[in-house]
Nanobody
Framework: QVQLVESGGGLVQPGGSLRLSCAASEFILDYYAIGWFRQAPGKEREGVSCISSSGGSTYYADSVKGRFTISRDNAKNTVYLQMNSLKPEDTAVYYC?????????????????????WGQGLQVTVSS
């Protein structure tokens, strides 16, 4: 059974940093690509960053490139999203997701509707 639990969200001022964590059930990270998605009010869910099962490939949306870093620690069954230089437009509910059936991480980040396994989501608010 695939279980994903996010932590680390909250309120931060513009320019600040947060690190999100996604704890996965055992063995999931060995076989599944993991992605971070976000959904702001009135907007569709969008892929922020995705990482392959090996960790060798990463993808970032243009809006976060250079500011966010995704990483994984398979020994701890955890994927991280380090978010720096946060902007008010980064405010959203952030979700961790897992999928093995989509061919590339670029496709995974682009096709939220085809991703089958999701965490419960957590709020990130960037505001002064």
């Amino acid at each position: 059974q695939v279980q994903l639990v996010e932590s680390g969200g909250g309120l931060v001022q513009p320019g600040g940093s947060l690190r999100l964590s996604c704890a996965a059930s055992e063995f999931i990270l060995d076989y599944y690509a993991i992605g971070w998605f976000r959904q702001a009010p009135g907007k569709e869910r969008e892929g922020v960053s995705c990482i392959s099962s090996s960790g060798g490939s990463t993808y970032y949306a243009d809006s976060v490139k250079g500011r966010f870093t995704i990483s994984r620690d398979n020994a701890k069954n955890t994927v991280y999203l380090q978010m720096n230089s946060l902007k008010p437009e980064d405010t959203a509910v952030y979700y961790c997701a897992a999928e093995w059936r989509i061919a590339t991480i670029q496709a995974m980040c682009a096709r939220a509707r085809e991703v089958n396994y999701w965490g419960q989501g957590l709020q990130v608010t960037v505001s002064s």
